[in-house]
């Protein structure tokens, strides 16, 4: 005997299958050569069908599993059913609020920070560089000074010259002075003769070749520079060995 045995899932009424409404139904197709007998069985019907077959025919089965998809279905159509869906969606929908305001939360409180330390930052740049300006008029009386003081004849400032020697004495303090002053606010004092050439502290004026002299090496100042803490306030004007 050759059986071909073909399911498929099929909704029909009650009267039909002799099952109870709602129910989900099952058909088997089998095809039974001559002489067979086919046994088809209603579950949750509780009934038992015979088919006799003297030649090649197609017998049905049909399988009624009516209990659990009735129930199933009540249980999905009941108020409780309805009222705990409801709660859970509304539920999800708290969850994607809560989890969006704390990225935001999150971003608001890493930009909140980022602002502290660039105010911060600031602050501290002002206290250090916020005399800038100051410093600045100041170094041109500060060249002033040295100006007059190398142009005084050293040989005459002496006890005979007494006035020269005065107004020496008193240049040069006023000097010694403001460097002081200097000192103490971080203004630090670039003459780099005898050393290497450095494009971020020096200004190259000329270049002239100078026997055992490296090329690159600071052979004169014509006027020295000033930085204040790490910032380069006046670069040193230099000539340079080539």
């Not at 869906?85 to 999800?92: A, G, I, P, T, Y």
């Amino acid at each position: 005997m050759r059986v071909t045995v073909v399911r498929t899932l099929l909704g029909i009424s009650s009267k039909a299958s002799g099952c109870s409404p709602l129910c989900s139904l099952q058909k088997t197709t089998v095809r039974l050569s001559a002489g067979s007998h086919l046994y088809g069985t209603i579950a949750g019907g509780s009934r038992t069908l015979r088919f006799p077959s003297s030649t090649l025919v197609e017998k049905t089965r049909w399988m009624c599993s009516s209990g659990s998809a009735e129930k199933a279905a009540e249980k999905e159509t009941s108020p409780e059913h309805l009222e705990l869906k409801k709660l859970n969606d509304e539920l999800e929908e708290e969850r994607k609020k809560s989890a969006e305001f704390q990225d935001k939360y999150m971003r608001a409180l890493a930009e909140n920070q980022n602002t502290l330390n660039r105010m911060r930052k600031q602050v501290d740049e002002a206290k250090i560089y916020g005399i800038q300006n100051l410093v600045k008029d100041l170094l041109e009386f500060s060249d002033v000074l040295q100006t007059a003081l190398e142009s005084t004849p050293k040989d005459q400032v002496t006890e005979n010259n007494i006035h020269l020697k005065n107004l020496h004495v008193g240049l040069t303090m006023v000097s010694s002075s403001l460097q002081k002053v200097f000192k103490k606010y971080g203004v630090e004092v670039v003459d780099p003769l005898g050393e290497k050439f450095n494009p971020n502290l020096h200004e190259a004026l000329f270049q002239q070749e100078v026997e055992n002299k490296e090329a690159g090496t600071v052979v004169a100042v014509s006027k020295i520079g000033y930085k204040l803490s790490d910032r380069v306030i006046r670069p040193a004007l230099v000539g340079v060995a080539k």
